[in-house]
């Protein structure tokens, strides 16, 4: 607390010393908001958190904290909104903005999701803190709109999958890729790569001269996609 009103003091000196009026709250949030919607992001940062320093106690110190994040987000440095919107959330915990808080994290890690080829950490991240939001803030309009991205994710995760199982299966490496399509349909039922993981399994089975299985997943691929896009590989064979 005597950190704090140090901090500000130096802060009133260094104003008055340079010629400057001390701006009321109201003015120096403002200036802040001018600048973030001007979409002069860093700029905004720097006024934003100057209004927590000059009047920590007043209720706009804390929507400068949330504009903090906000403005470190739509620049892209998503490393720094995410440690914005954490200190808000551990600042202010009873605050009617914490959904969004939590909402705003998860979009970071999406923000920064990769290619169906590469590694998926981001993927789980956001989809986790998503999860975590629809459970704990169910009734708010961004557990809504978290279905949208916990959708997207689960599409890139069971892509990833499909995409594995292909790779497993140009090297003949037939158990790792069965294992990878058979994943794909056990554990993404709601992503549409059904149709994919079957012909995966196809392909595996029909390498492996296993005509049992073969038969059974081409039956199965044929009775639920019979206009298949890979009719005619099929046919081929």
Avoid at 174 to 190: C, H, I, Q, T, W
Wanted: glycine share 2%; net charge positive.
């Amino acid at each position: 607390m005597i950190k704090k009103i140090l901090m500000v003091i130096i802060l009133i000196v260094g104003l008055v010393a340079c010629g400057k009026k001390i701006p009321t709250p109201d003015e120096a949030y403002r200036e802040a908001m001018s600048l973030y919607t001007r979409k002069y992001y860093e700029d905004s940062v720097e006024a934003f958190k100057k209004v927590k320093d000059l009047f920590p106690d007043h209720p706009l110190a804390k929507e400068s904290q949330l504009m903090v994040g906000d403005a470190h987000f739509y620049s892209e440095k998503y490393d720094e909104a995410y440690l914005a919107y954490d200190e808000f959330i551990k600042l202010y915990p009873e605050s009617i903005n914490i959904p969004y808080a939590h909402y705003m994290q998860a979009l970071c890690y999406f923000k920064q999701i990769s290619e169906k080829d590469r590694d998926q950490g981001f993927t789980r991240q956001a989809l986790e803190k998503l999860e975590k939001l629809v459970k704990e803030f169910p009734d708010t309009p961004y557990a809504l709109k978290a279905y949208f991205y916990i959708k997207e994710c689960r599409k890139r995760l069971a892509e990833q999958e499909i995409y594995v199982g292909n790779y497993y299966l140009r090297y003949d490496k037939y158990k790792a890729a069965e294992k990878r399509f058979n994943y794909a349909l056990k554990n993404f039922p709601d992503v549409n790569i059904q149709e994919d993981a079957l012909y995966g399994l196809y392909q595996v089975y029909t390498r492996k001269k296993d005509e049992d299985k073969q038969k059974k997943v081409l039956d199965t691929l044929l009775k639920y996609f019979p206009d298949t896009k890979y009719k005619e590989k099929i046919n081929k064979r």
